[in-house]
């Protein structure tokens, strides 16, 4: 196997893609002689009738990589699968997009690439922004590959899509720092790091947009940003501060701490208002709405350094985080981290999971008539979603019931959970939580590398079952 990709004409895309071959060997091995067929049928056929699709017959043979493929792989794929990019592998070369084919019918048709990890066709909640593929930007990868993957006409009027930057706004650097892979199963060639920026905050401010832009881009797979009050008490006269400096102090050579988790073990976060993932671009806040950062809060910022890349160790990254404040704000928002599961360590009886299962469930359920009492409110708006699980989860769903008598309704969902990609989803109409209503929130996990029962927790042996929601009164 290894042979066979070294052999790719692309240099770039070795040292990357030979650290997946232990993942998709199944898939090479099994595209691999036809890749070696198609390359001549595909250089005797296109010349003529490359952009000819047999429309009507079914038949997908004549689709092309240059006139059907390339124009959805340059468009939604190109952001990461690029030269310099976070993908182990290139997409916008024939011959790369040829060897990584299979893997890519496979990816796409099961929706774990581009990765976008809420349903969105409509059947479970509608969402901005969405990066998930059509159905027929699906099928007509499907339909290349099994037309016999033809070349088509080279053209060079395709390029990947700029993303765009905030302008204005405040900046934050993360200190130039070189990421060494932690090991493990979890973190065979990532690292977790948080860095603590002060953002020197003279009064309340409220946060509308933000932005990341990776000092190196094929270092950085996903950033996040977090207010955190220093003086919180976290328990026994211990501040957040505390926390951070302790965890700092572990590695005094290097910048920062570890943090698998939000902004590293114990330290009390409230909202995560920043989730970066590459090709992103700038995000605007919901209309008229803020988040809320307090003076003399600090801003933790959470980078996932991956080295699948072996040329990328050594390297250096500094990232900007770039966010826009306002005085004021229309409707101001806050966050809510609810995770049933997390929430039984502090019952007395904390839930577990079987080990040794395929598949296996947890369910919690938050009755909105206490929540919206507590508040002093007659009804919220859930603006956005932010589903989070660790490596054992396969799947996580969140149905709301609007107490009307309409029973629960399905308002976000995941079916294939991928720790990498820690997102938050914004509704396009926001869900209305009044009297009578509540949420229910199953998490589906993978124990069968499991010895010992699962249970709940922030490091990478634990699970959480969180639906963070972005709350607008
Ligand atoms: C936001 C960045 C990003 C975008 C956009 C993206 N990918 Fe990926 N892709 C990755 C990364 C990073 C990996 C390496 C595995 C991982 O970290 O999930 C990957 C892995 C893959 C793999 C290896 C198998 C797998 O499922 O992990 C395939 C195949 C793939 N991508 C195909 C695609 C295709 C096809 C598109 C566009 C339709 C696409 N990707 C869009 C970042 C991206």
């Given at each position: 196997m290894n042979t066979r990709i070294n052999d790719s004409e692309e240099g770039q895309g070795r040292g990357r893609a030979s650290v997946l071959v232990g993942l998709f060997a199944v898939g090479l091995v099994a595209c691999g002689d036809d890749v070696a067929g198609t390359e001549t049928d595909a250089g005797a056929d296109t010349t003529g009738d490359v952009s000819e699709t047999s429309a009507g017959t079914g038949e997908p043979a004549g689709l092309s990589y240059w006139q059907d493929v390339a124009p959805i792989y340059f468009e939604?794929?190109?952001?990461?699968?690029?030269?310099?990019?976070?993908?182990?592998?290139?997409?916008?070369?024939y011959a790369d997009a040829v060897l990584w084919a299979e893997a890519s019918r496979l990816a796409t048709e099961s929706r774990t690439m581009p990765p976008w990890l809420v349903t969105s066709d409509g059947s479970c909640g509608e969402f901005r922004d969405s990066k998930a593929l059509s159905q027929e930007e699906i099928d007509t990868i499907a339909a290349w590959i099994a037309g016999g993957m033809l070349e088509g006409e080279q053209r060079d009027d395709l390029t990947i899509p700029q993303v765009d930057h905030l302008e204005g706004g405040e900046s934050y650097m993360t200190p130039t720092f070189v990421p060494e892979p932690e090991g493990g199963v979890f973190a065979e060639f990532d690292e977790y790091r948080c860095f603590l920026i002060d953002p020197e905050l003279e009064h309340d401010v409220f946060m509308t947009a933000y932005d990341v832009v990776p000092g190196n881009e094929a270092l950085v797979h996903h950033v996040l940003a977090i207010p955190v009050d220093p003086t919180l008490d976290v328990g026994a006269g211990v501040t957040n501060l505390d926390v951070i400096e302790a965890l700092d102090a572990e590695s005094p050579d290097r910048d920062g701490w570890p943090c698998f988790g939000a902004a590293g073990d114990g330290v009390e976060v409230e909202g995560i208002p920043v989730t970066w993932a590459p090709g992103q671009g700038v995000v605007n806040f919901p209309e008229g709405t803020g988040y809320r950062v307090q003076e003399g809060d600090l801003l933790v910022v959470q980078i996932h350094y991956n080295?699948?890349?072996?040329?990328?160790?050594?390297q250096s990254d500094s990232t900007l985080v770039r966010m826009r404040f306002e005085d004021s704000v229309e409707r101001e928002g806050f966050f809510e981290l609810p995770d049933g599961f997390l929430e039984s360590l502090f019952s007395g009886e904390p839930a577990s999971l079987p080990a040794g299962q395929g598949s296996t469930k947890f369910t919690w359920e938050m009755q909105m008539d206490g929540y919206l009492q507590w508040l002093g409110l007659e009804s919220l708006d859930v603006y956005g979603v932010f589903p989070h699980m660790h490596e054992f989860g396969r799947k996580i769903q969140m149905r709301v019931d609007h107490g009307d008598g309409q029973g629960p309704q399905c308002a976000a969902d995941v079916q294939s959970w991928d720790f990498d990609w820690q997102l938050y989803y914004f509704y396009e109409e926001p869900l209305t939580l009044g009297p009578g209503s509540s949420l229910e929130v199953t998490c589906d996990f993978n124990t069968?590398?499991?010895s010992e029962p699962l249970t709940p927790g922030w490091g990478t042996t634990n699970e959480m079952c969180l639906m963070g929601l972005f709350l607008v009164p």
């Open positions: 939604r794929c190109g952001g990461c699968h690029s030269e310099g990019g976070i993908a182990p592998f290139r997409l916008d070369t080295m699948s890349d072996p040329e990328v160790l050594g069968e590398g499991l």
